[in-house]
Every structure is written in C-alpha cells, then in structure tokens.
C-alpha cells in the first residue's frame, strides 16, 4: 500500500493534523494513520473538547492507544449503555508505528491549503 503524507481533519473540530493517507476510504472518508506524537495531540485536542461522558476519549499509555466510545441506549438495537473501547493495534509504516484513530468510524478528510489558512 503507498501512503500520501498530508494533513487531516474532521470538520473544524481540531486543526489540521498531519497524518499518512492511503487510497483507501471508509464510506467516502480519509482513514488516517498519526504517529504516537500526533495519537497525544490528538488525546489532548479530544479531552479539551469533550462535554460529557457521552464524548469519545483518547487514551494514550505508553505505547499503546485505545479509543473509547460511549454509546447511549439508543444505539446498537437498544443493548443499554456500554462503552465501545478498543486498543488501536500500530501499523508499521516505513519502519515507524503509526496508529488509525478513528480511522473506520470517524468522518476524517484530508485538509486542502486552502482551508489550512
């Protein structure tokens, strides 16, 4: 697979993240690949923002990423609440771990210059 390094984003929630993007799309969107730096900006960027316990979280130990996502009674054929939590497994890329937060499930697009300014 070739990767195109380039910045992400998803809608104006964070600012443009650099990332690795293949040509591979989830339903249209960008699936990124972050370096461990990036994965804790980004942890920070999610924690910063989120309101309540129905926000997702970022968390970032050592060397390993989970991503936690609350979901509400409403979701998942009314199972109740729970919480989806996930260890993010790195992809090497050109000797270097690189993590996909979010990556199938989050509507990630890459940033053009334009929209950087």
Do not use: K
Not at 39 to 56: F, I, Q
Not at 75 to 85: M, P, Q, R, T, V
Not at 92 to 113: P, R, T
């Amino acid at each position: 697979m070739t990767y195109t390094r380039t910045t992400v984003g998803i809608d104006d929630y964070f600012p443009p993240l650099p990332a690795l993007v293949s040509d591979r799309r989830w339903n249209g969107w960008a699936v990124p690949y972050f370096t461990l730096d990036t994965v804790r900006v980004l942890a920070e960027l999610v924690e910063r923002d989120r309101m309540d316990d129905d926000d997702p979280q970022v968390l970032v130990d050592g060397d390993t990423v989970r991503l936690v996502q609350p979901r509400t009674q409403g979701d998942y054929l009314n199972y109740g609440e729970w919480h989806a939590s996930q260890v993010v497994e790195p992809t090497m890329i050109d000797g270097v771990a690189h993590y996909s937060v979010g990556g199938m499930d989050w509507c990630w697009h890459e940033v053009d210059e334009t929209e950087e300014d």
